[in-house]
């Protein structure tokens, strides 16, 4: 069974950096594709930024273009969002989610089959 456990958000000041981790475990990392979503009470689960099974394609929510970056760790079975210049807006619950899907459209959270049990960001002003 895939388990995906989602660690690093913490409260941290407008403007600082985060590293969130996805830590993999039950199948074969290289056959999935992750993506990162985020969500706040009362709204719907939003996309945020997902990479390709090799890594070779990332795709990011215009909301944080060039802010955030993916990356996966194929050595440990760990996906990244490196999270730059936080805004207050940035405050959410982040989750990790993954797919074997070769054509999953990124930003739908029906596309993916597993997801991790969230971590909490939050972003002081």
């Known amino acids: 069974q895939v388990q995906l456990v989602e660690s690093g958000g913490e409260l941290v000041q407008a403007g600082d950096s985060l590293k969130l981790s996805c830590a993999f475990s039950?199948?074969?990392?290289?056959?999935?594709?992750a993506g990162w979503f985020r969500q706040t009470p009362g709204k719907e689960r939003e996309f945020v930024a997902a990479?390709?099974?090799?890594?070779?394609?990332?795709y990011y929510a215009d909301s944080v273009q060039g802010r955030f970056v993916i990356s996966r760790d194929s050595a440990k079975n760990k996906w990244h969002l490196q999270m730059n210049t936080l805004k207050s807006e940035d405050t959410a619950v982040y989750y990790c989610?993954?797919?074997?899907?070769?054509?999953?459209?990124?930003?739908?959270?029906?596309?993916?089959?597993?997801w991790g049990q969230g971590t909490q960001v939050t972003v002081s002003s």
């Open positions: 990479i390709a099974w090799r890594g070779d394609r990332t």
């Open positions: 039950g199948g074969s990392f290289s056959n999935y594709a």
């Open positions: 989610a993954v797919t074997t899907s070769w054509n999953w459209e990124v930003e739908k959270p029906t596309d993916y089959q597993y």
